[in-house]
């Protein structure tokens, strides 16, 4: 019904910048608030950085000075600006959204995608 695909990780030495991007597709009616998240081996996801419907952003301690968070509506895109890249910011990227679709108008729903892979080398 509804998909999240992310794309844009890959391996990078420290210091570098990667763009990660998700794509929602589906029967979409509108897109709430939607979130980068990040994991590694063996712990619970974790924030990384958010963005609301009308474009309030939100930020970790980590995240806060060398990420940037949007989203292209008219796409049903978010994006993720990582600079200043660190070997400690290797980990599996998620994207996450509450997204309305035109069977539920009034109910949204949280989707995640897949999953994308940022290795960093030191």
């Known amino acids: 019904q509804v998909q999240l695909v992310e794309s844009g990780g890959g391996l990078v030495r420290a210091g570098e910048s990667l763009r990660l991007s998700c794509a929602a597709s589906g029967r979409i009616f509108g897109i709430k608030t939607m979130n980068w998240y990040l994991q590694t081996p063996g712990k619970q996801r974790e924030l990384v950085a958010q963005?609301?419907?009308?474009?309030?952003?939100k930020y970790t301690d980590t995240s806060r000075d060398r990420f940037i968070i949007s989203r292209d509506d008219s796409k049903n895109a978010l994006y993720l600006e990582m600079n200043s890249l660190k070997p400690e910011d290797t980990a599996v990227y998620y994207c996450?959204?509450?997204?309305?679709?035109?069977?539920?108008?009034?109910?949204?729903?949280?989707?995640w995608g897949q999953g994308t892979q940022v290795t960093v080398s030191s």
């Open positions: 996450n959204a509450d997204i309305l679709t035109t069977e539920s108008r009034l109910y949204s729903r949280t989707y």
């Open positions: 963005i609301s419907s009308g474009g309030s952003t």
